[in-house]
Nanobody
Framework: VQLQASGPGLVKPSQTLSLTCTVS??????????WSWIRQPPGKGLEWMGA???????YYDPFLASRTSISRDNAKNTVYLQMNSLKPEDTAVYFC???????????????????WGQGTQVTVSS
């Protein structure tokens, strides 16, 4: 399975971020996979943001839930992340990753996921 995250690179504060995770080599509806968005701010650890399950159910970090939405397009085998009201502290490398239910966690570890995308840099700056 290969995941490729893509996005705009530079976003201004207060704007909305839209990221795409294109999946190949496997279906996003495969039981029992959970497709997560994870970010890593500069100099900090991994932060799990949320996930969409094989079933379509979604899960969010409670601190980001009010600003975050994860969705998917089964026909395109693609998972999306939208985050609104961006702040400079949202600057990070954003990853999509897939794994079992154990990856739906506030304390993600690399080994919690079976596959990772390469990450896409998002900078929030005016």
């Amino acid at each position: 399975v290969q995941l490729q995250a893509s996005g705009p690179g530079l976003v201004k504060p207060s704007q909305t971020l839209s990221l795409t995770c294109t999946v190949s080599g496997g279906s996003i509806t495969t039981k029992y996979y959970y497709w997560s968005w994870i970010r890593q701010p500069p100099g900090k650890g991994l932060e799990w943001m949320g996930a969409i399950a094989y079933s379509g159910n979604t899960y969010y970090d409670p601190f980001l839930a009010s600003r975050t939405s994860i969705s998917r397009d089964n026909a395109k085998n693609t998972v999306y992340l939208q985050m609104n009201s961006l702040k400079p502290e949202d600057t990070a490398v954003y990853f999509c990753a897939v794994g079992p239910l154990g990856g739906v966690t506030a304390t993600p570890r690399i080994d919690d996921y079976d596959y990772w995308g390469q990450g896409t840099q998002v900078t929030v700056s005016s």
